[in-house]
């Protein structure tokens, strides 16, 4: 398997991960969306109707059967239930963790769209605009993530183990981290290095940062540590899916 394919795996199970929590929580989990509106019937019928789905759809992906009607179909199904959901709130408070849940969103429905234009067998030179949107919307978040860094560099602190020396220096160094492998992405020359590299860094946190502190968290902050799992390891397999359809992308133009 290269390595697209095992970014198609981890963006699999980050999808399915999803699903899972969403029978657990009894609501829509990618893209922080909004909780869904109590004055509404209906919130647990669609939350394990939609679970049901992304699991369905992690499971498609990770057999390679019908991949693309099912990235398609969570890219869409994120789109307009997380990111179309943020965009009032965004709107009144353009910064913080609407902006940030904003940009989780964008770089899961892109995702989504850069996992079907992956695929070796529907994809040509004239054929790569999902592919590039995708790794658009994911150099962008990290960008935006890079910047928060900067803004709010106690908060991030408080993300980093204990065990960890020199929490100031990981924080700045993360950030520049970020802001360079998302303006890499960004621009074509350099996206296939950049989206190896920042699926190695993203991978790094999901074993070092996300799990153990899902695993440590005390149960009210339990939902947000395992989702914060699921989605850096998607957008581990997301980065590493650019890098591996680059390559393959040069290699047959050369």
Not at 70 to 89: D, E, K, N, Y
Not at 200 to 206: A, G, S
Not at 218 to 227: I, K, V
């Amino acid at each position: 398997m290269n390595i697209a394919g095992v970014g198609r795996l981890f963006f699999a199970i980050g999808l399915a991960g999803f699903g899972m929590l969403q029978f657990i929580y009894g609501d829509f989990v990618p893209g922080r969306a909004p909780a869904w509106p109590p004055a509404i019937p209906g919130r647990l019928v669609w939350a394990w109707a939609s679970g049901a789905i992304l699991i369905g759809a992690g499971a498609a992906i990770a057999s390679g059967v019908r991949v693309r009607w099912a990235t398609l179909a969570s890219g869409t199904m994120i789109f307009v239930w997380a990111l179309l959901r943020h965009l009032p709130g965004l709107v009144a408070n353009p910064h913080g963790i609407v902006l940030t849940q904003s940009g989780k969103a964008l770089a899961l429905c892109g995702g989504a769209c850069a996992v079907a234009g992956s695929l070796p067998l529907r994809r040509s030179f004239e054929d790569t605009w999902l592919l590039d949107l995708g790794r658009c919307c994911l150099g962008a978040f990290m960008m935006l993530g890079g910047i928060q860094h900067f803004i709010y560099p106690e908060l991030v602190a408080t993300l980093i183990p204990s065990w960890i020396p020199g929490h100031p220096f990981w924080v700045y160094f993360a950030a520049v981290a970020l802001i360079a492998g998302g303006g890499g992405l960004i621009f074509p020359q350099t996206a296939r290095l950049a989206a190896a590299l920042s699926g190695v860094m993203l991978l790094l946190w999901v074993v070092l940062l996300h799990v153990p502190r899902a695993v440590a968290a005390a149960h009210p902050q339990r939902r947000n540590e395992w989702t914060a799992v699921f989605e850096a390891l998607a957008m581990a397999g997301i980065a590493w899916v650019v890098a591996g359809s680059l390559t393959t992308k040069k290699g047959a133009l050369e």
